[in-house]
């Protein structure tokens, strides 16, 4: 009876072994999922991390800086540029994604008052090779005149931009106005 009781004892202590280490295992397994968690957890939380600056960084780089395309269609691939007059500065990228050299598809970004603008293109069109009036005091920025696959950028102070006042960005090309031109958007 003794050793009956001890029987059952070892399968009850064997038992608890087992329930330990049922209740051990399933502990690491918990901890390997949660192990797990935290890791995508932790991609999220990076992830959140990275875009909670990008966004941040995003915003003021909405309003700061541009790239706008030029084809050999004579297009640009946007109507409007926004500048946040927070920014202080602004720059504009531009990239001739054509293949047409600079002499038949030259292309730049030149930025003025609405109310500038035909005076600028009817100027600029005498300005060969450039095509860009310069000391022009109606310009408040133009970019290099480029040709297809080239780049070209400008930085200008946001200040020199009045909010409630309206400018435009175009090309001045002879005869690109027509086509490449859009509005500039200031706002705080
Ligand atoms: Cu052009």
Request: net charge negative; hydrophobic share 50%.
């Amino acid at each position: 009876m003794k050793l009956y009781l001890s029987l059952i004892a070892a399968a009850a202590l064997s038992l608890a072994a087992c329930g330990e280490q049922a209740a051990q295992a399933p502990a690491p397994a918990p901890e390997q999922p949660a192990a797990e968690a935290p890791a995508p957890a932790e991609q999220p939380a990076a992830e959140a991390e990275a875009a909670a600056p990008a966004e941040q960084a995003a915003a003021p780089a909405e309003g700061c800086s541009a790239v706008i395309e030029a084809n050999d269609a004579m297009q640009f691939n946007t109507k409007e540029l926004t500048v946040s007059s927070a920014c202080g500065k602004y720059t504009v990228t531009l990239k001739h994604v054509g293949k047409a050299p600079k002499t038949a598809m030259g292309h730049n970004v030149v930025i003025a008052k609405a109310a500038d603008v035909a005076g600028v293109v009817a100027d600029s069109a005498k300005a060969a090779p450039e095509f860009i009036t310069v000391d022009d005091a109606r310009v408040i920025a133009h970019t290099a005149m480029i040709g297809g696959g080239e780049e070209t950028s400008v930085t200008f102070e946001t200040a020199k931009l009045a909010k409630g006042e309206a400018y435009e960005f175009f090309c001045t090309f002879p005869g690109h106005y027509a086509m490449m031109k859009g509005a500039v958007k200031v706002v705080d």
